[in-house]
């Protein structure tokens, strides 16, 4: 998926879930802030690669990373969000708590689009079997927006 898709996707994830009222603290949440915290992980997992858009910024950790896991394994994994989601909610971090979730949210997001490109992830990583609903073919940038308006739509009519 492209950078713009996951933005998008992030963005349309973030407002469907606060219109469904899934999460309370995304409910109960500013927009400004759940848009942005989504906003700032959404890119997140592609860290992995040293050739994304987030690697080529951050290169003295995207280069490590890449040789130690390589793209779309540990980062892409079901295993690190659970160590995410446990980290926030036993330290004490100085953020506002919509701005957290909308930052799991946002880092979700991308997992759940790279599920959706023919590649697949290994969502349960170490097993590397991967997992792929492959509606997006590679790089389509008008069927990413196309989902993304389609999820915004359903989120608003709910
Ligand atoms: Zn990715």
Not at 78 to 85: E, F, K, S, T, V
Not at 87 to 112: E, F, L
Request: charged content about 15%.
């Amino acid at each position: 998926m492209t950078t713009e898709g996951h933005i998008c996707f992030a963005i349309s994830s973030i407002i469907l879930i606060k219109k469904i009222k899934l999460i309370n603290f995304i409910t109960s949440g500013d927009w400004w802030h759940v848009i942005l915290g989504s906003l700032i992980t959404c890119l997140l997992p592609d860290i992995d690669h040293p050739k994304s858009f987030i690697g080529k910024r951050f290169k003295w950790l995207s280069i490590p990373i890449y040789k130690l896991f390589g793209h779309r394994s540990f980062t892409h994994s079901l295993l690190l969000i659970i160590i995410i989601i446990i980290y926030v909610n036993i330290r004490k971090i100085n953020i506002s708590v919509d701005v957290i979730y909308a930052m799991i949210i946002g880092y979700i997001s991308h997992i759940i689009a790279d599920i959706l490109t023919p590649a697949g992830i290994p969502l349960f990583w170490p097993y590397s079997k991967k997992f792929s609903i492959p509606i997006i073919k590679k790089s389509n940038v008008r069927l990413e927006r196309l989902i993304s308006i389609i999820i915004i739509i359903y989120a608003i009519q709910y």
